[in-house]
């Protein structure tokens, strides 16, 4: 069957230290894959996007990775702060659906 | 642009009752999504409108809800007749294509409560 993981409900780190978010997909074939951040009572906001050609994508502080032959993608949050505390969705693309959701890693950055 | 608008953000009604949930998309999208978020089950699509056709709507739980789209920056999303377990926070979303570089802008949710 068709499935998204993202490594756990909670990580929790300290302010400072890199983050690192998982996202394995299983019997599917994205072309695309993108990284959404969900704060508490709002709508996810698009974060990044990476193709299935590139092996990393960089945005300030942030930086994925996607590996098509481990079918996963790693999110990273450097030198985090606590303003970086939210759930992280991942989402993938392939071709004639719309995006598939993960169910989300909550974040929990300490000062 | 204001964004996708979702009304009402909080809706509390009693089982049986009927629940209608209303997004504008943002002006220019074609697309429009509807979702369903909650703890057990994550965020799941439950229908989507290109040009306000209804294109996938395998993800309606069943026939109790019912989506329309009548014009391009007006959907409904109804409930009918609703139940505790369709308590969950309804995400409507836009985007101007399905192509895996367009990105989805998505409302503020409005957050359901069947007693």
């Known amino acids: 069957s068709q499935k998204i993981e993202q490594n756990s409900e909670a990580l929790n780190i300290q302010e400072g230290k890199t983050a690192t978010l998982t996202c394995n997909y299983t019997?599917?074939?994205?072309?695309?894959l993108q990284w959404y951040r969900q704060d508490p009572g709002r709508g996810p906001v698009f974060l990044l996007l990476?193709?299935?050609?590139?092996k990393e994508k960089r945005k300030e502080r942030l930086k994925v990775t996607f590996d098509t032959t481990l079918k996963q993608s790693l999110f990273h949050i450097t030198a985090s702060q606590p303003a970086d505390s939210a759930t992280y969705l991942c989402?993938?693309?392939?071709?004639?659906?719309?995006?598939?959701f993960g169910k989300g890693t909550t974040l929990s950055v300490s000062s | 642009d204001a964004g996708v608008i979702q009304s009402p953000r909080h809706e509390v009604t009693e089982m049986g009752q009927e629940v209608t949930l209303r997004c504008k998309p943002i002006?220019?999208?074609?697309?429009l999504f509807w979702y369903r978020q909650t703890m057990m089950r994550g965020l799941e699509l439950l229908i989507y409108?290109?040009?306000?056709?209804?294109?996938?709507d395998s993800g309606m739980p069943e026939d109790r809800f019912s989506a329309k789209m009548p014009n391009a920056s007006f959907s409904t999303l109804k409930i009918q007749p609703s139940e505790p377990r369709d308590s969950a926070v309804y995400f409507c979303?836009?985007?101007?294509?399905?192509?895996?570089?367009?990105?989805?802008?998505f409302g503020p949710g409005t957050r359901l409560t069947v007693l």
């Open positions: 409108f290109n040009n306000n056709v209804p294109i996938d």
């Open positions: 002006s220019g999208h074609d697309y």
């Open positions: 979303a836009s985007s101007l294509s399905t192509s895996g570089t367009d990105t989805q802008y």
């Open positions: 990476i193709r299935e050609n590139e």
């Open positions: 989402a993938l693309h392939q071709a004639g659906t719309a995006l598939i």
């Open positions: 019997n599917y074939s994205p072309a695309y």
